[in-house]
């Protein structure tokens, strides 16, 4: 197939399971079609046992298109910017000390706890040893929230306005935090296995000042990048003052494409450039002088790229089970199992230590730390950066399909059971 037809089908399937999803099952919407397209690759997989072509012709599609690459380098920057043009500005600022601790302290904290477990617990079940620094590549793969699954869901959760900007704030900028921390991680490990450089000029050296410049370029170069481009947007939309209002949309597209493209030659994190870019750009919590500056054409066709975008996301996550349904054995659902437990523990423990020591000075909702816990959704970034681990001929192919497989478990239970509870446990 190729990319016309690639899109063409893809559309086509979130137009039918969305108006499946609202007659018939009536879930939210990012569960309800994450569900009918796994149902739907589960019952291919089932009759390719009978009829092998139906599973042939299903897997030339799936690998008709590369998941990683268009997440990471297409829909990605689009989600996030279309994401943070919805938050209250003035209520993120004032929440802005632990949304920061939460983004990057628990992010970290988390990404340790799950490698160190990982690293004790897996060997046990596979009787085979993992290096702890692919541990640690899977720790800050699966601890960042993700904040496609995340916005949608405290949308519509009924939580208090303080609560749902800690959510959203935290899931929006602690995945860009968890993108470089993977990326950091992902160079340590290309050192050890001594790997050469794109120059060919020996193996990359990693001490701990280059690790922190890695990390410092990456954060501050995307978080800086991102105020820039969204200044400057934010003033042409306030000089176009809704006159020409295709060519706001115009506008915010290009900041969106080119913003993207430059943190990528650059080397900083394109997704916390979009992220402050949508904040500047967006008009919750402005002045009424100030927030008209930005059209409301300009919002309601971000809201359906969102809404599209989102649609077609989370049928590719579903349709994806069939990238590991070889993996379906007795150990590696059982490692799927105790991985999402160590990274619910992980979550728990991240979240905990912050809000515990922020209570102090700070007053936060009851059980904050619970609803932080179980509605801290892991997403399509998570598969992705797992899938981008088959580019690298170093890492051993069976450490590739544990990280995998054990990836999609947890994002499939995130998505499935605590995105379909988590309701239930606001209520009570």
């Known amino acids: 197939m190729n990319t016309l037809e690639l899109i063409t089908f893809l559309?086509?399937?979130?137009?039918?399971?969305t108006l499946i999803n609202i007659t018939v099952l009536k879930l939210p919407s990012t569960i309800g079609l994450m569900f009918i397209a796994l149902m739907m690759s589960i019952t291919i997989l089932v009759l390719g046992r009978f009829f092998p072509s139906i599973t042939e012709v299903a897997e030339h599609i799936i690998e008709g298109f590369d998941f990683e690459e268009v997440l990471m380098d297409v829909m990605l920057n689009f989600l996030l910017f279309a994401g943070a043009l919805s938050i209250n500005l003035t209520k993120l600022m004032e929440e802005r000390l632990p949304i920061f601790i939460l983004a990057i302290g628990s992010t970290l904290m988390s990404t340790f706890i799950v490698g160190f477990l990982v690293f004790y617990i897996f060997p046990l079940i596979t009787g085979t040893p993992i290096d702890l620094i692919y541990c640690l590549l899977f720790g800050a793969l699966i601890s960042p929230t993700d904040p496609i699954a995340v916005l949608a869901l405290v949308k519509k959760a009924g939580l208090s306005k303080k609560l749902e900007i800690k959510i959203a704030g935290e899931s929006l900028f602690n995945d860009g935090v968890g993108v470089v921390v993977f990326l950091?991680?992902?160079?340590?490990?290309?050192?050890?296995?001594?790997?050469?450089?794109?120059?060919?000029?020996?193996?990359?050296?990693i001490t701990t000042g280059s690790v922190v410049l890695l990390f410092g370029k990456e954060v501050i170069g995307g978080l800086g990048l991102g105020a820039l481009f969204g200044f400057a947007g934010f003033k042409l939309l306030d000089f176009i003052d809704n006159d020409h209002v295709e060519l706001e949309v115009l506008i915010t597209l290009t900041l969106v494409m080119v913003g993207?493209?430059?943190?990528?030659?650059?080397?900083?994190?394109?997704?916390?450039a979009m992220v402050v870019m949508g904040?500047?750009?967006?008009?919750?919590?402005?002045?009424?002088?100030?927030?008209?500056?930005?059209?409301?054409?300009?919002?309601?066709f971000w809201h359906l790229l969102d809404e599209a975008l989102n649609a077609i996301l989370f049928i590719l996550i579903g349709l994806e089970i069939m990238v590991i349904a070889d993996s379906f054995v007795t150990n590696n659902l059982i490692i799927g199992g105790i991985g999402i437990v160590i990274v619910l523990i992980a979550r728990f423990i991240g979240v905990s230590i912050p809000v515990t020591i922020l209570s102090i000075f700070r007053t936060f909702e009851p059980k904050t730390i619970q609803i932080l816990t179980w509605g801290g959704l892991r997403g399509g970034i998570s598969v992705a950066l797992a899938l981008s681990l088959s580019n690298f001929a170093w890492i051993d192919a069976s450490v590739k399909e544990t990280i995998l497989f054990t990836t999609y478990c947890v994002v499939?239970?995130?998505?499935?059971v605590q995105g379909l509870t988590i309701g239930a446990l606001l209520k009570k």
């Open 11 to 17: 559309i086509f399937l979130a137009a039918a399971f």
């Open 184 to 205: 950091t991680i992902l160079s340590i490990a290309k050192a050890q296995a001594g790997v050469h450089d794109s120059g060919g000029h020996g193996s990359v050296e």
């Open 260 to 272: 993207g493209r430059l943190a990528e030659l650059l080397h900083v994190s394109a997704p916390l």
């Open 279 to 300: 904040l500047f750009i967006g008009n919750e919590g402005r002045d009424e002088k100030l927030a008209n500056a930005t059209g409301e054409y300009v919002f309601k």
């Open 412 to 416: 499939v239970f995130s998505i499935l």
